[in-house]
């Protein structure tokens, strides 16, 4: 299925990549999540959802793992200023191709498409909520909780940012305390029939800070999609026809039916996005159609 994003201008992503975690005693960014990276994970998911380009910032001198060619990198100028100083950096970047941006932590594994894409629908005009002019901040306030690092800023935000950091005022509450700020809570998310289908409990701004939340995070189930073959590739695998399998990725996708992603196949994701990227993230509720990238296939 084929989903649109619904904002009034381009979005871009920005994904704040952070340093070491005390907690963690690993940067998040590189940790592995089923046979790519948690970076390149989250990365990716919010490409899926955004018109613009994905940003990428890295505290100074942090080295990431790999990453899709076109994500944009950028390097806070300070470290130990929290994710204010990368919000700031990332909305400067922002700017140059979107009024709107998306902006989340590396430590979000369940992150959806479908979240982002409504947090970004917040800043569509709403007169029924009182909402005539867009608001300058969509602020998830899920489980009880405002979640400022899933959230969507207009990118001409950057200056009042900087603002706030000259001011040594380092908490993004700070920045809320001077913006026009959008907040949507569960039920108002779940009121989107395809999110409230794909995360029904809202598990995009669950966060890991520990090895312990890693660990059970990284041993639930992978998302549950639906694989086609086509072709010659119909034949392969043993059980044919369509299938349902759990897979975060393209080449999991494909090694659980059978195949092997090794450049000779790509893929179709809900039927407008050829891939072939075995790193490439899955979401629950996907439609993956395997075919041979070899002509005649």
Avoid at 94 to 119: I, K, N
Wanted: aromatic share 6%.
């Amino acid at each position: 299925m084929a989903h649109t994003v619904y904002s009034m201008n381009p979005a871009a992503g920005v994904v704040l990549a952070g340093g070491r975690s005390s907690r963690m005693g690993t940067p998040k960014a590189t940790l592995g999540w089923h046979g790519s990276t948690l970076l390149r994970h989250v990365t990716g998911v919010v490409e899926r959802a955004v018109d613009g380009p994905v940003i990428v910032v890295r505290a100074p001198g942090q080295e990431l793992p790999e990453l899709e060619p076109g994500v944009v990198v950028h390097e806070d100028p300070e470290e130990g200023r929290g994710p204010m100083q990368g919000l700031a950096v990332g909305l400067s970047s922002a700017a140059e191709h979107a009024e709107t941006a998306f902006v989340c932590s590396t430590d979000l594994p369940f992150l959806h498409a479908a979240f982002v894409r409504a947090v970004l629908r917040g800043f569509q005009p709403d007169p029924a909520s009182g909402w005539e002019a867009p608001p300058e901040v969509v602020l998830p306030y899920v489980g009880g909780y405002r979640q400022p690092m899933a959230a969507g800023y207009r990118a001409d935000l950057a200056g009042r940012v900087n603002k706030l950091l000259e001011a040594q005022r380092l908490r993004p509450m700070h920045l809320f305390e001077e913006c026009r700020v959008r907040q949507i809570n569960d039920a108002e998310f779940l009121a989107d029939p395809w999110l409230a289908k794909v995360d029904p409990d809202l598990d995009a701004v669950v966060n890991v800070n520990t090895p312990e939340e890693y660990s059970a995070a990284h041993d639930r189930p992978q998302p549950e999609i639906v694989v086609e073959r086509y072709g010659v590739l119909a034949t392969r695998g043993g059980e044919r026809g369509t299938r349902r399998v759990n897979a975060s990725s393209l080449a999991e996708a494909a090694r659980q039916v059978g195949l092997s992603f090794d450049g000779h196949i790509v893929a179709a994701v809900n039927g407008d996005q050829i891939r072939g990227d075995g790193k490439w993230p899955l979401l629950a509720g996907d439609t993956v159609s395997f075919m041979s990238a070899d002509a005649g296939g």
